[in-house]
């Protein structure tokens, strides 16, 4: 089974920058990040294809946060710049086993899910 290990958490202020990693334990197709913070509903951040040719991001973004990965590594990245305190949450990375038919900003979509890393952002 495929594992994926989160690191790139962290405490900043509004305006900062925070890059997450997730490393997966092999080979993965299209990957995507999530965030659920309590009390609010899980929210699709975003999606990169395998080959990185197509590339999907939740609304609130708002080209604020670049999606990447290096299948070298095994891994894919967040990039989030300016980041608001509505930003805070539990991010999780997600890696797909097949499509099966769902969209990519359905989480049914994926097999497999990192353990979350917490992103805070004071005002």
């Known amino acids: 089974q495929v594992q994926l290990v989160q690191s790139g958490g962290g405490a900043v202020r509004a305006g900062d920058s925070l890059r997450l990693a997730c490393v997966a334990s092999g080979y993965t197709l299209g990957m995507a990040w999530f965030r659920h913070a309590p009390g609010r509903q899980r929210e699709f951040v975003a999606f990169?294809?395998?080959?990185?040719?197509?590339?999907h991001y939740g609304e609130f973004v708002k080209g604020r946060f670049t999606i990447s990965r290096d299948n070298a590594k095994n891994t894919v990245y967040l990039q989030m710049n300016s980041l608001e305190p509505e930003d805070t949450a539990p991010y999780y990375c997600?890696?797909?086993?097949?499509?099966?038919?769902?969209?990519?900003?359905?989480?049914?979509?994926?097999?497999?899910w990192g353990r979350g890393t917490q992103v805070t952002v004071s005002s």
């Open positions: 997600a890696a797909e086993v097949n499509s099966d038919g769902a969209r990519y900003d359905n989480a049914l979509r994926y097999g497999y």
């Open positions: 990169s294809s395998r080959s990185g040719g197509r590339l």
